[in-house]
């Protein structure tokens, strides 16, 4: 298939792209500024982006088979700026996929996020409870999704939601705006300074899905037959939630095995803690349409950890 991914040269754009490369597709990488290809990904078409002229969109979803739409704002910028956030992720992502729509793309799949449902996640957490985080991240990433969903049933195009829980693992390239993310940031502490802080006592729960499985889970909604009178909706997870401070272990244990060093971890004990034991972020939607879940691997943890001493280790 040809293949648009917006953001293509951001967190899970590039490793996505990468993915599908191998799986034999071809990929346009979508961008606001004017790049060749790149090293990572010598065989992908470069494509610059003008959200904000419908017509050049329209060029940029010609002769394409598949959007995935992976550019967004972070929640850092959406909380700074809303107004920008319920622009870009609302309607520029409409004016998109209706530009997807009128050139014949045939299915338009849309990167939103597990942080619609509430600040924090707690419970189980299914496609069917309602999304109700009034955060700009949240709720501008929801209008996206109505917007996609409005346009599937305009046009004959399959517009499929993804909401990812919390991504981790190596970039294609050390420039991709990932080390806020907290397994990221860790594994980039432990690699800097030899210690892992965390911001609070460690007891949150989280869902922690890595990037190779967030790939094979986005490349199986490429392909995988979709049933019209069904929600459009996925969550992307690894169906389970561990503790920050499980995952700070698991990482020092990991520099331990690699390096041979064990960086001490900090908590503040001193802030006050969600209470969010229960989570269980549900991923059974896409189980039950055949994906076969993996889990998560250790190598995942090596590889950014190795990335991290490549790129960000003063000896490297």
Not at 225 to 232: A, E
Request: charged share 20%; net charge negative; aromatic share 8%.
């Amino acid at each position: 298939m040809r293949i648009l991914i917006t953001g293509g040269f951001g967190f899970i754009g590039g490793r996505l792209a990468q993915h599908l490369t191998n799986l034999g597709h071809e990929i346009t990488l979508g961008t606001r500024l004017l790049k060749s290809s790149p090293k990572w990904l010598k065989t992908a078409q470069v494509a610059k982006t003008d959200w904000h002229n419908p017509d050049a969109l329209a060029m940029l979803c010609k002769n394409v088979d598949l959007v995935i739409h992976a550019a967004g704002m972070n929640a850092q910028d959406c909380s700074s700026d809303p107004a920008s956030a319920y622009l870009f992720n609302g309607e520029i992502t409409k004016t998109l996929a209706h530009a997807a729509a009128k050139e014949g793309v045939l299915r338009f799949i849309y990167l939103s996020t597990a942080h619609v449902y509430s600040s924090p996640l707690r419970g189980v957490i299914n496609e069917e409870v309602i999304a109700e985080n009034k955060h700009p991240y949240a709720a501008s990433h929801l209008e996206g999704e109505q917007a996609v969903y409005s346009c599937s049933k305009i046009h004959s195009i399959e517009g499929i939601i993804a909401r990812l829980s919390n991504v981790y693992g190596a970039p294609a390239s050390p420039d991709a705006q990932c080390w806020s993310l907290l397994t990221n940031d860790l594994c980039k502490q432990a690699i800097q300074t030899g210690e892992l802080r965390l911001n609070t006592n460690g007891t949150q729960k989280r869902d922690f899905l890595d990037i190779t499985s967030a790939c094979e889970m986005l490349s199986f909604l490429c392909e995988q037959p979709i049933n019209p009178d069904k929600s459009p909706i996925f969550n992307l997870g690894a169906g389970k939630s561990q503790s920050l401070v499980e995952m700070a272990q698991l990482i020092q244990e990991r520099c331990r095995v690699n390096f041979g060093f064990t960086p001490k971890i900090y908590a503040n004990e001193q802030s006050i803690s969600e209470n969010n034991s229960d989570l269980i972020f549900n991923i059974d939607r896409i189980c039950h349409a055949g994906y076969l879940v993996k889990p998560n691997d250790l190598n995942e943890i090596d590889d950014l950890l190795i990335f991290c001493k490549k790129h960000f280790s003063s000896a490297a």
